[in-house]
Structure formats: structure tokens, C-alpha cells
């Protein structure tokens, strides 16, 4: 075998050696990233949602190992429609067994001088991993109740 032809097996051999752990690593990191991902959902499923409310949107911003955006990663957003106006007792059902403590502020009622959506009530609290917010919009005193989930890795 000639010089040449060794160098060349040699080369072929450390680029295949290279491109194998270069896979390898990427889907190490892939499975780590959907692991944190999975913990998350895991973590806000535990929220007690009644089936009455009707999911009308969800965003959930996985893991990256660079996260290049304004919005944190991972994340997750969900929006229901309550089916009516909803007390703070109900907010606070919802969150009872998430396993920290989410402290509830307003009344969950519109004010008489309220024009257009308005912010009824919200709740928020925190893992320590994760920042919690659950904010109940009274869209115009006539329709149900607007209820947004967002979590965020605790700041």
C-alpha cells in the first residue's frame, strides 16, 4: 500500500470518526432539550383545568441549547375560553394542586366603568424553576371569560 493511499484511509477514517460523534452529540443534546421540554408540559398539566373550558390556543417554545429570541425557552402559553365568568375560588381550584402556592389578586368581576376587555383577575407564583401567570380577561360583560397560562423560567 502506497503512502499516499494510507493517508488517504487515515483522513477518510478520522472524517467518518468525526461525523459519527458529531451526530451522536446532536441528538444527545436533542434528547436533553425534549427531556426539559416534557418537564415543563408535565409541570403545567398539573394546573386542574375543568373540562368546560375550551382550549382555543397553545404555544409551547421548546428547550434549544441557544435560544436566540426574545421569548425564554422553553415556555408555553395557553388560552381557554371559561364558559362564564369565573370567580377567584375558581382560579384558585384550578391551581390547588400544582404544588406551590399561586396568590390570586381582584375580583374576577368587570367594574362598572370598564370599557372594552379588562384584565378581571390574575394569579401568578412561582417553582422556583418556573414563573407562573394566569390572567382572566373580561372581553365585554357579555361573553365567557378569557383565561391565559404563560410560563417562563423563573428570572
Known amino acids: ?51 368546560t373550558w375550551t382550549l382555543e390556543s397553545e404555544i409551547v417554545r421548546p428547550e434549544r441549547f441557544l435560544c436566540m429570541d426574545t421569548n425564554p425557552c422553553p415556555s408555553i402559553y395557553r388560552r381557554w375560553s371559561a364558559g362564564k365568568e369565573l370567580t377567584p375560588g375558581d382560579i384558585q381550584a384550578v391551581a390547588s394542586g400544582v404544588g406551590f402556592k399561586m396568590t390570586t389578586e381582584g375580583t374576577c368581576q368587570r367594574r362598572s366603568n370598564d370599557i372594552g376587555p379588562t384584565l378581571a383577575c390574575s394569579s401568578s407564583g412561582s417553582d422556583g424553576q418556573y414563573d407562573y401567570i394566569m390572567n382572566v380577561t373580561d372581553r365585554d360583560g357579555t361573553e365567557p371569560h378569557l383565561v391565559v397560562l404563560s410560563v417562563r423560567p423563573h428570572e
Open 1 to 51: 500500500m502506497a503512502w499516499g493511499e494510507t493517508v488517504k484511509r487515515k483522513t477518510g477514517v478520522i472524517i467518518a470518526a468525526v461525523l459519527v460523534l458529531a451526530a451522536a452529540a446532536f441528538f444527545f443534546v436533542r434528547a436533553a432539550e425534549d427531556r426539559v421540554t416534557d418537564d415543563l408540559v408535565s409541570r403545567v398539566d398539573r394546573f386542574a383545568i375543568p373540562a
